[in-house]
């Protein structure tokens, strides 16, 4: 072998080692979440669930407002701060074969911190107690209502967390002539985050959720605003930029005040539990 084949087998052969050393350490690189990250991830899952679920954040509970509107009068009313510079679009029409009532409606608001924005679409029958389809609300008669909600654009600004995401949302309310209403179905949503809190602070990931309501009370206090009583679960997962997912089962107990308590679980069966705000969507403290 001449010196400039052997030169050039030998740095090939450098070349290859470099390059099987950069494949396993690549292989190795791991996806499970760690044991460091774990409580911040638990934290930044009840943010999440926290600004999916109020009101002034743009989550579930605006939507919750519109079903005990619904309720108790067989209308949804607009919700602008603004008309101005923020004006309400709204469309509606009725399927008098199926029953459906379809409304899209936009809501928006910016108080101090908060911000939202949103466009929502939704689907509703209107039942008597015997289970027949009506094709109006009628009060004293009509008794439960199917329900079905889609944002297809939503952009939430809070103190704790930015989200840009999708929800749906499939809900029965029933108990509407004794009284008072009762609300059981599911809630998702699909995201991007950017938080800005002490523990999470610039931090971002992709996330998704899904919140199953299981009786719970509609609760209108004298303000206006709508809140629950009773529990939920959810099942919650993040992606995150440093290459590891993560997942979390939630217990949600809805206090009918305005805040509601989360039992939030890590890998492994650690419990985290956060009080939160379900008005503002925010996450008020750790415990109770």
Known sequence: MNRFLKAFTTTMMVMAGL?????????????????ANMEYDSEAAADVQ????????????????????????????GIILDPK???????????????????????????????????????????????NKMNNWVKGTTNSISFT????????????????????????ISNIVAGPPILNGTFSRTGTDVFHTANNGDRTFTHSFTITFTN????KVNDGHCFLEGTATSEFSATTPKGYSFTRHTLITFNGDGTATLE????????DTYTIDTRWGLWLRKGR
């Open 19 to 35: 390059m099987a050393a950069t494949l396993f350490v690549a292989g190795c690189k791991s996806s499970t979440e760690p044991a």
């Open 50 to 77: 926290a600004s999916g679920l109020g009101t002034e954040s743009g989550g579930a509970g605006v939507s919750f407002a519109d079903a005990m509107n619904l309720s108790q009068t067989g209308n949804v009313p």
């Open 85 to 131: 510079s923020d004006p309400e679009t709204r469309s509606y029409s009725f399927d008098s074969v199926t029953k459906v009532h379809t409304l899209t409606i936009s809501r928006g608001m910016n108080i101090g911190q908060f911000d939202f924005s949103a466009l929502i679409t939704y689907q509703y029958i209107f039942f008597d107690a015997a289970g």
């Open 149 to 172: 909600l889609s944002k297809t654009r939503n952009l939430d600004k809070g103190q704790r967390v930015d989200v840009d995401d999708t929800a749906s949302g499939a809900w029965t």
């Open 216 to 219: 719970d009370t509609l609760v």
């Open 264 to 271: 939030v679980t890590r890998n492994g069966g650690t419990v």
